[in-house]
């Protein structure tokens, strides 16, 4: 931090890094400074376009770079484990990309490998730092709609309209259950679910899901519909469907998601979040007979990467804990495994169990 | 058939007659020509309301009047089997109010008393003749969003402002589980919801609850989470059911609203409204290829889908045709609601098809 910037080094320079490249932009507390990918010229080629200042085939050269403050792991899920012990081990302050790993197993070693560290290390879960959710979080902080009850979850799988083709490298590793994991609608889209919905209404007690695990190459456990019950005794629901024919206007991913929260005093409606698919005001709250619309803020999808970055650079200069702590993304983890398992298995299971 | 219009009976003139009643405003098919019902005060006032001059304290007074048609049953849920059964072997036509019954074997013993008859059964669903489920079934049939793949339905209910509250008799013998069949919010409100699914989706496979009991409150379970997988193919469904005691809820009737959301191949169709009007948006919306559209063109009082109920089984009598719900369909939303209470209690997925050998009553 010689200029009183973290300088991070990417460790990843895949599909999604270019999404968290632009939370080194115009960010007073982080300089994006080395990349890491073993693919050849990709460094290089992603040092020159965002100005970093060092290229690395090897991830063990960038650890062993003492100017890297921190890293962001930007891997294949079976690599978050191994790598993150390693960045912590060298002192590195680390922000794992979602999902947290693929097993509870591994889930463990990270949050307890980050309890004994005096780095800071969080997951990166992107939702969380999406404007309308932080929005519609703050609401609910406020009372504005009440205790909560219920929350349903709503996610389209479309044909895109603008926006990115996953390319083949991203693909063929999540084809991989050793690699990615399993079923990708629950493990790896389905984390950011786990985690906006633990965001909002708290940790989750049991988990029910319907789907037979199979589905489309590279996201099988779709179509699914989910069901849970919170500690606090509220519950949700979550449908996934894949719309072959459905236009999803989008810059990014062709999904989208919809968000309903219901309170004892009013409802609370989040409409977009991938893409923009319905057009709609970006939030909406019920309340005593009067819909109200809010639509002052930030809906691209690809700014709550720049926010999540910043959070992660200005914890590390303030010395605060951002979001994921180990402990919350153990949580979120064990919710999606959790719904995964009970699908396989055909029963309710209880997070506690895994 | 005396006369030139069908004469029809009320057994039971509670609080939801008032609605029933509606379908014999200028019925060209029929009119309401006697009611019978065991509370003296009920009687005379709804003789008065609506123009009636026969009434019976009695029902099977009401049974033996050679000069009624057809009958529409409106009691507490246990008398729906033995008073359909005595209905059709006096030879009146039946409109039976939902839910069918408390059981499946109630619902054979229905289904078989039906079949032995030449008059015509059904039971009376009015969900299914509410215009904005109409259209959006319409919608549906035609394509508009391609082949559907997940349901989502929500059942809330809130302070109700401008609308019913349960008279003291409605609410006696809901509060019975041996009258009522108790879990109302799934096998009474439910079976509302249960039917409009499969209107919607076609027939379900299983079924799974997540709720809490509310102690000895027959309305209970409340909130539920249920979720379902129809017997076509991927088809998956949800259906929560919550109650926000502080939420306003606009309405003429029951303090409470019902929304529901198909997502197809192609595009998506929503239900905004039923029984209340709580959003205040257009009742039917449809997105599809990049363009979302409203519809507004129709009658979304929940009144008019009884007027139109009703009307249906007067005319289906006519006609000589098949009004929904037919026994078999009926018992097949009821097989619904049952699993649904079951999976609660059981802490599993439930398939209909495992209640049959059971005897299961809710």
């Known amino acids: ?354 | 058939m005396a006369g030139t219009n069908l004469r029809v009976g009320f057994i039971g003139a509670g609080q939801i007659a008032a609605l029933h009643a509606l379908a014999y405003v200028d019925n060209p098919d029929a009119v309401l020509h006697a009611i019978a019902d065991r509370d003296p005060d009920t009687r005379s006032a709804r003789a008065a309301e609506w123009g009636v001059d026969k009434t019976y304290s009695d029902y099977r007074d009401l049974l033996a009047d050679p000069d009624i048609d057809a009958v529409e049953i409106i009691l507490p849920h246990h008398l729906h089997l033995p008073v359909t059964r005595e209905a059709l072997a006096a030879g009146k036509h039946v409109s039976l109010q939902k839910p069918m019954c408390l059981s499946l074997d109630e619902a054979d013993q229905i289904i078989t008393a039906s079949s032995a008859s030449t008059r015509l059964f059904r039971v009376f669903e009015n969900f299914r003749s509410y215009e904005p489920f109409l259209l959006a079934r319409k919608l549906i049939d035609e394509g508009e969003i391609g082949d559907p793949l997940s349901l989502r339905m929500k059942n809330i209910s809130g302070r109700g402002v401008g609308g019913w509250t349960h008279t003291p008799i409605a609410r006696a013998w809901r509060s019975d589980s041996a009258q009522s069949g108790g879990h109302l919010s799934i096998l009474d409100h439910g079976y509302h919801m249960a039917s409009i699914a499969m209107y919607l989706m076609g027939h379900v496979e299983s079924v799974h609850t997540l709720s809490t009991r509310n102690g000895g409150d027959a309305f209970a379970l409340a909130p539920a989470m249920i979720t379902f997988r129809f017997a076509d193919g991927d088809r998956l469904g949800s259906w929560e059911i919550v109650r926000a005691p502080d939420l306003l809820v606009r309405t003429e009737y029951y303090g409470g609203d019902e929304w529901v959301e198909v997502t197809g191949t192609r595009g998506v169709v929503w239900v905004n409204r039923c029984s209340g009007d709580l959003l205040g948006v257009p009742p039917v919306t449809l997105y599809r290829d990049g363009v979302t559209r409203q519809f507004s063109d129709m009658d979304t009082g929940w009144d008019a889908s009884f007027r139109d109920g009703g009307r249906e089984f007067t005319k289906a009598i006519i006609d000589g045709t098949q009004p929904d719900l037919d026994a078999t369909e009926a018992k097949a939303v009821l097989a619904f609601c049952l699993a649904a209470i079951k999976s609660e209690s059981d802490h599993r997925e439930i398939s209909l098809g495992e209640l049959e050998s059971k005897g299961v009553t809710g």
């Open chain 1, 1 to 354: 931090m010689s200029n009183g910037r973290v300088k991070v080094g990417f460790i990843g320079a895949g599909t999604i890094s270019y999404l968290h490249e632009l939370g080194y932009h115009d960010n007073e507390t982080g300089e994006l400074y080395a990349i890491a990918d073993p693919a050849p010229g990709l460094a290089q080629s992603r040092k020159e376009a965002w100005g970093a200042q060092k290229a690395y085939t090897d991830y063990k050269e960038l650890l062993a770079d003492p100017t890297v403050d921190a890293v962001e792991i930007l891997l294949p899920h079976h690599l978050h484990l191994p790598i993150t012990l390693e960045a912590l081990s060298a002192g590195k302050h680390v922000s794992l990309q979602k999902p947290m790993a693929i097993s509870m197993d591994e889930g463990h070693q990270i949050a307890a490998a980050a309890a004994a560290s005096d780095k800071v290390f969080r997951v990166v879960e992107n939702y969380r730092t999406y404007e309308p959710y932080m929005r519609a979080k703050a609401m609910i902080e406020a009372g504005e709609i009440g205790d909560l009850v219920t929350i349903r979850v709503m996610m389209v799988r479309g044909k895109g309209q603008g926006g990115f083709d996953t390319p083949p490298a991203a693909q063929s590793w999540r084809d991989d259950a050793a690699l990615g994991g399993p079923a990708q609608s629950m493990l790896d889209y389905g984390y950011h679910v786990t985690s906006i919905v633990t965001y909002f209404m708290g940790s989750i007690e049991k988990v029910n899901a319907m789907s037979d695990l199979d589905g489309p190459e590279g996201f099988t456990g779709i179509p699914a519909v989910i069901s849970w019950r919170h500690t606090g005794g509220q519950y949700g629901n979550w449908n996934m469907v894949t719309a072959p024919d459905m236009m999803v206007r989008t810059k990014y991913y062709p999904l989208d998601e919809w968000i309903e929260i219901t309170g004892t005093r009013g409802i609370i409606w989040i409409n977009r979040c991938t893409g923009d698919m319905l057009g709609k005001p970006p939030v909406e709250m019920y309340r005593d007979g009067e819909m109200r619309s809010y639509s002052d803020m930030e809906t691209d999808w690809g700014d709550s990467f720049r926010v999540a970055a910043h959070n992660f650079t200005d914890a590390i200069v303030n010395g605060t804990q951002p979001d994921m702590d180990g402990e919350e993304a153990v949580h979120a983890l064990a919710f999606a495994l959790g719904a995964i398992k009970s699908a396989s298995e055909g029963r309710d299971v209880k997070l506690a169990e895994l």
